[in-house]
């Protein structure tokens, strides 16, 4: 079974960073696209950002457009979530996915507070 393990999570003050990291044991994690989504209490899951599987391109929602920055360092099997310029409205559960074709990984979420 697939795994994916999301870390990095934490409580910060508005205005600070955190980085996310997503890893997985799966030997061909380079042939993935990466994305990561968020939940906040009480909406759906939403939509954050995405990387192709080479790293060459990669798509961000409106609301983290030029504060988060997605990565990702396939001899690592590891993608990343740099966020900056938190805003108390990024506090949401982060959650990454793997994705090729038809199939799709999920971790199991890192909490992300963003006190005021």
């Known amino acids: 079974q697939v795994q994916l393990v999301e870390s990095g999570g934490g409580l910060v003050q508005a205005g600070g960073s955190l980085t996310l990291a997503c890893t997985t044991s799966?030997?061909?994690?380079?042939?993935?696209?990466m994305g990561w989504f968020r939940q906040a209490p009480g909406k759906e899951r939403e939509f954050v950002a995405h990387i192709m599987w080479n790293g060459r391109s990669t798509y961000y929602a409106d609301s983290v457009k030029g504060r988060f920055t997605i990565s990702r360092d396939n001899a690592k099997s590891t993608a990343y979530l740099q966020m900056n310029s938190l805003k108390p409205e990024d506090t949401a559960v982060y959650y990454c996915?793997?994705?090729?074709?038809?199939?799709?990984?999920w971790g199991q979420g890192t909490q992300v507070t963003v006190s005021s």
């Open positions: 799966l030997r061909t994690f380079s042939t993935y696209a």
């Open positions: 996915k793997m994705s090729y074709l038809s199939r799709a990984y």
